[in-house]
């Protein structure tokens, strides 16, 4: 019989011994080190005890007593795992201080992420602030803007503390680094024009790097500049094209993220009708050439109608409108889809539909977006996004639609708030921002709702409940906007805008948006926006080059309730990071517990188009496929997202660039997941927040 009966809980309460647990916690640093696999764990778990035993005869140990033993243990067998284990337990401590301070729970990979990304430094490089006094420093900046409309500023700091506290709300990345900050840039997305002139095409190089070290992210359309050998009459010379000039833009932005906050990201897009489009559909074909750049061909109605009836179609000249040349729309449409099967690049964007729903026409057509293509805007337009987090909706089993709504205004209230609160990086910016307060709310935790609701994500009921709580969030985030709009004055061109015509007021030119929320998503504890999980279990690079075993927490709570939970379990999953083909799952978890590549493209694309219906602007979501994804596979993935009105698209088939965020059986061991990496688009190019 063991003579260690009872621990000493943290907390001070007593309660029974479990060895379980310490074989369970060395087998996870075992798997995360892929020092050994589990059958070592009960050993050093033995040894564990059996010191225990020796020092705490007739005592109660505490956990840290415990912790020390592993520690002692794993430094003396595994020094490695030992190393990474004492680090991954400084961090909970410090986690575990936090706590004591409010409502905030992080994962450690959150923690270290804020540490890395967001918590202030001072001019030596030392961390001067915790995530609960970050949180307090965006809540105060942004709700000081109350005291402009008479409001209480104070209350309306405590309702934007307590929804980022609870991790209900998350505003975009910008936003939480430089509120209340002298440079205070809190915007994530824009669009910057490019002139067919040097000295516009540099002005726009020289601002994509003022906005980039503020930590947005620039879209471009290409379209205006002169294809290549065209003349150019002021030097006699001739134009060297659109995608020579964006190899100039890339070459910044590499300097720029050295030294940045996150990586600079920019989305360069060009006209299919464009008299250079097959090279721009080729510029990436060579991995590591354009890698700061996300690029989509603008796809018009015009050019679908040709591919449908296997036509030829007139390509432009930008110079002087003149007809350039033709090309048969099936071979570039056939050529762009083989490129994306095999490079992942380029996107679409269905140009045509995004101004079918742009507010301001009269104001400007919209020819370009953000970096991950869910935010079309005018020339120098900015918009701030926020995210909510769905997962936090459900109770019992039902989703809370009193506390959505209230969290739906609260976000349309900051998001409005911020806009003022904004230091805008160009005076050219400001203005067109002013002018149409566009925003971005969007959600987050999509994935882990379904779960909570106990529905497949690919199913007919999933996709009608997405429609659902969308159309639920833009009419909440509407009328929101409306009753700002009625307090605080209408956006300077509601009069010109298609709103006026149903509308007498409103705030905000657009409420919502999907965002690929990335590592807001990673603080929030959640799947990023609309993406199903990526996996059930997985490695996960954290803590300097150290990694973790992460296993979803809903799954582990299921397995744990159903009886069937086991830390050997687990590490079976993490070699493939599904669950569909292991035999002792039950079947209905498999279906509740589907991941990324498990489902076929075409409910990707019908979930993306469901959210679509009913957000203002654009859904950023990967249409995930496995390697053996054919090119017909992408092809209809292409042609059914123009079908259901989506806005654009992206794809990546697994393994299509050597370089990925998430490797599958890597080293033919365990799922592994970039620190930064919450779903969807495996590149680090599409990684936002």
């Known amino acids: 019989m063991a003579t260690i009966q009872y621990i000493e809980k943290r907390d001070g309460t007593i309660t029974t011994f479990n060895a379980e647990k310490i074989t369970n916690a060395i087998h996870k640093s075992l798997i995360a080190t892929k020092t050994k696999d589990g059958k070592v764990a009960a050993a050093l778990s033995k040894k564990v005890v059996a010191i225990l035993e020796k020092e705490y005869r007739g005592l109660i140990p505490t956990v840290e007593d415990i912790q020390d033993i592993v520690v002692r243990v794993l430094n003396k067998e595994y020094p490695r795992v030992g190393k990474e284990y004492s680090k991954y337990r400084k961090e909970r401590e410090q986690l575990r201080s936090l706590k004591k301070e409010g409502n905030l729970k992080l994962t450690v990979n959150a923690f270290e992420v804020l540490k890395k990304r967001y918590l202030l430094r001072n001019e030596d490089g030392d961390i001067v602030e915790n995530p609960t006094q970050l949180i307090r420093r965006v809540a105060k900046a942004i709700a000081s803007v109350e005291k402009k409309y008479g409001k209480d500023a104070d209350k309306k700091e405590e309702e934007f503390f307590n929804a980022i506290t609870n991790l209900e709300f998350m505003p975009n990345s910008p936003t939480l680094f430089n509120a209340g900050l002298r440079d205070g840039q809190l915007a994530a997305c824009f669009v910057l024009p490019v002139p067919d002139s040097l000295d516009g095409i540099f002005d726009a190089v020289k601002n994509t790097a003022l906005i980039e070290q503020t930590g947005g992210g620039v879209g471009f359309d290409f379209s205006k500049l002169r294809p290549h050998g065209d003349m150019v009459k002021s030097s006699k010379g001739v134009a060297s094209g659109p995608v020579s000039f964006m190899k100039v833009f890339d070459m910044v932005t590499e300097v720029i993220k050295a030294g940045g906050k996150r990586r600079g990201a920019m989305m360069g897009i060009l006209r299919v009708d464009h008299p250079e489009i097959l090279n721009f559909i080729d510029a990436k074909i060579k991995e590591g050439k354009l ?5 989509s061909v603008a796809i018009t109605d015009k050019f679908m109608s040709a591919v449908k009836e296997n036509k030829d179609y007139d390509l432009i000249n930008p110079r002087d409108g003149s007809v350039a040349g033709k090309l048969n729309a099936p071979k570039v449409w056939n050529h762009l889809v083989q490129l994306a099967w095999q490079t992942g690049d380029p996107g679409v964007i269905f140009i045509d539909e995004i101004n079918r729903y742009n507010p301001t026409p009269e104001v400007g057509l919209i020819s370009a977006t953000n970096p991950c293509g869910e935010q079309p805007l005018l020339p120098y337009e900015s918009c701030n996004l926020g995210s909510i987090n769905l997962s936090k909706f459900v109770n019992e089993g039902k989703i809370e639609w009193p506390r959505l709504e209230k969290t739906v205004r609260l976000g349309v209230n900051f998001l409005d708030d911020v806009i003022d609160a904004n230091k805008y990086p160009l005076k050219q910016i400001e203005q067109v921002t002013l002018s149409n307060r566009k925003i971005g709310l969007g959600v987050m935790g999509w994935a882990e709702m379904l779960i909570k609701l106990k529905v497949s994500y690919d199913s007919s009921k999933a996709v009608a409940i997405g429609e659902k709580v969308m159309k639920f969030i833009s009419d909440t985030a509407r009328k929101e906007s409306e009753r700002l709009g009625k307090e605080r004055g209408s956006f300077a061109n509601f009069k010109k805008s298609v709103l006026s015509k149903k509308y007498s007021a409103m705030r905000n030119a657009t409420v ?60 079976e999953i993490a070699k493939q990071g599904s ?14 517990f589907v991941t990324a590549l498990d489902i076929s493209p075409e409910w990707h694309v019908k979930m993306q188009a469901a959210f679509q219906k009913h957000t203002d602007n654009a859904v950023s979501k990967t249409i995930n496929f496995p ?7 992408i092809k209809k993935a292409y042609e059914l997202a123009y079908k259901l009105k989506c806005k654009g698209i992206t794809v990546y088939r697994y393994g299509s660039k050597s370089q990925q965020v998430l490797y599958i059986g890597e080293d033919k061991k365990y799922v592994t997941a970039a620190q930064e990496y919450s779903g969807g688009c495996m590149t680090s190019s599409c990684i936002d927040g």
């Open 291 to 295: 890698s700061n750049f996300n690029i």
């Open 512 to 571: 919502t948006t999907i965002a690929p929320t990335g590592t807001i998503s990673i603080i929030a504890g959640c799947s990023s926006g609309i993406e199903p999980l990526f996996a059930v279990s997985y490695v996960r690079h954290v803590l300097e080059g150290a990694k973790l075993f992460e296993t979803n927490f809903l799954f582990e709570e299921t397995a744990k309730a159903r009886k069937f939970y086991s830390i050997k379990l687990l590490e």
């Open 579 to 592: 669950i569909k083909a292991i035999p002792r799952i039950p079947n209905d978890v498999k279906k509740l």
């Open 627 to 633: 390697e053996s994804a054919k090119i017909n596979d």
